[in-house]
């Protein structure tokens, strides 16, 4: 892998992991697209090290409550405050995506990867993000989550195993639905990824050093992740403060349409 192709697939990562647009869709479809080497899935992996640096240092503020939260809780056994309720609800979201990584991995890094396969997850995802957001009021901010939310959410990010589907766009599309306004639904999205971007790092990004050592495509790559990632969640959320998620869900048909009409053009 060059360097051009390392930095060009490390801010695809960055801009569509917390857009919800699906970065999974964009890392296997770029080398189809271009005729690259598959990089692999570990090497996707590794550059979620960059989004995950870019979600921490956005949400730095939120973190630190947070883990003093867990201090306290360590402390009294007690669930009292909203930050220790909000610790709770993240450690139950992040619950069904990790058991879904673990029985669907085989899957995620070979059938689900086929280029029809992920258009049409990317087209059927889009319409779904579009109906739920236009039908659904703004009547609950993330102060409003309770336990049953955390649990809907968290088994909404497990249909991200498909590459196409988007992690945040489930996510976000399950907040929306349950009435969540844009903005809280795409914060608890984004807080709720550091967990599951954390553990797959954890046991992926080893094996992907193992096989190409740390070189300069993949320290390209995870900086460039992290800095577009960190400008994605910066935009995004200004964005959706003023206007819906409309226009992803047409990029995601638009690009679904196109994917399939070149993949059977190539046959």
């Known amino acids: 892998m060059t360097v051009v192709q390392a930095l060009v697939l490390g801010v695809l990562q ?3 992991e917390f857009l919800p647009v699906s970065s999974s869709a964009h890392l296997a479809l770029a080398p189809w697209l271009f005729g690259w080497p598959e ?3 570990s090497f996707d992996v590794a550059l979620h090290l960059g989004t995950l640096v870019a979600v921490l240092v956005y949400f730095r503020r939120e973190w ?5 939260a867990i201090v306290e809780m360590a402390k009294n056994r007690r669930v009292e405050t909203r930050e220790q309720r909000r610790v709770l609800y ?7 995506g990790g058991i879904g990584g673990l029985l669907l991995e085989k899957y995620a890094e070979r059938t689900f990867r086929a280029p029809i396969v992920i258009a049409v997850a990317m087209i059927a995802m ?6 739920v957001d236009r039908l659904s009021r703004q009547e609950r901010s993330l102060d409003n989550l309770g336990l049953r939310d955390a649990i809907v959410v968290g088994c909404a990010q497990v249909l991200a195993l498909v590459p196409g589907v ?3 766009g489930a996510t976000i599309t399950a907040g929306r639905a349950l009435q969540l306004d844009r903005e809280s639904a795409a914060t608890f999205s984004f807080l709720m990824s550091m967990p599951i971007i954390a553990a ?3 046991l992926k990004v080893p094996h992907a050093i193992r096989e190409s050592g740390v070189s300069l495509p993949l320290v390209i ?3 460039a992740s992290a800095i577009s990632g960190w400008l994605a969640i910066s935009i995004l959320l200004r964005f959706v403060s003023r206007h819906s998620y409309g226009v992803f869900a047409l990029y995601r048909v638009l690009l679904g349409g196109a994917v399939i009409a070149l993949a059977l053009a190539r046959r």
Not at 90 to 96: C, F, K, R
Not at 126 to 131: A, P
């Open 221 to 223: 790559g995870v900086l």
């Open 14 to 16: 960055g801009l569509t």
């Open 90 to 96: 993240l450690v139950v979201a992040t619950i069904p």
């Open 64 to 68: 630190i409550a947070l883990l003093g």
């Open 166 to 168: 988007s992690r945040s």
């Open 39 to 41: 990089p692999g899935l």
């Open 126 to 131: 889009g319409l779904v993000l579009w109906i």
């Open 200 to 202: 797959a790092a954890v």
